[in-house]
């Protein structure tokens, strides 16, 4: 049973979770998605991805950064030799977004939506327990940091989100259409990658 004022979600198993998203009524989003876009990757995967909302293209494939952005995540990924497809927890990274709905005609999303969603993101954190988490976009940064400072303030410095480091970056979209940007946003992966490199491998009890 969760303790009083939990979100019944803490407690879910993967498969639970997954269902628990793909049922979801809890805003008006649900009236419109094609479907719920839950999240890909390595279910311990030691980088996390958090980026936005589905937009028309993840909304119709049911996954999460599959168009022009998601192309740029990609190559970002592969430069430091990280990727979404198979590969092992240290080198396939986990990528979510803080919604699990297309809003309509990728308006931003709302704060009661980003609440109502919340629950299912916090829980995906939890479950991967990542060595660090990429938080893309003000949204992301709202959700995770409860933060409305800009990306540009906050960017550059390790945070915290329930004891793992997070580190703040642009979202894939913003630097589509602000390239200059892209110099900042190298230097920000190159410090999550050196904070991925420097946290602690879990303490493992001795064999038998
Ligand atoms: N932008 C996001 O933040 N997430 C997606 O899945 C696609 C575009």
Request: net charge positive; hydrophobic share 40%.
């Amino acid at each position: 049973m969760s303790p009083p004022g939990a979100s019944p979600v803490a407690t879910l198993d993967w498969p639970a979770l997954r269902e628990a998203v793909a049922g979801c009524r809890a805003c008006s989003l649900c009236e419109s998605r094609t479907q719920t876009v839950f999240g890909v990757g390595h279910e311990r995967a030691h980088w996390m991805i958090v980026g936005e909302a589905p937009g028309e293209q993840e909304d119709l494939r049911g996954e999460p950064f599959v168009g022009a952005a998601g192309r740029l995540l990609d190559r970002m990924l592969l430069a430091l030799g990280l990727t979404r497809g198979p590969g092992e927890a240290a080198q396939q990274v986990y990528i979510a977004n803080t919604l699990k709905c297309r809003p309509p005609r990728n308006r931003n999303p709302e704060p009661e939506e980003l609440q109502r969603c919340q629950p299912f993101l916090e829980r995906q954190v939890e479950l991967v327990q990542p060595k660090v988490i990429l938080a893309m976009g003000r949204f992301a940064v709202q959700s995770l940091l409860a933060s409305t400072e800009p990306v540009g303030r906050l960017r550059g410095r390790v945070h915290q989100w329930r004891g793992r480091p997070l580190i703040v970056t642009y979202h894939p979209a913003y630097l589509l259409r602000n390239p200059a940007d892209k110099a900042r946003a190298w230097a920000d992966l190159c410090l999550a990658a050196q904070t991925a490199d420097q946290a602690a491998e879990p303490v493992r009890p001795p064999s038998a």
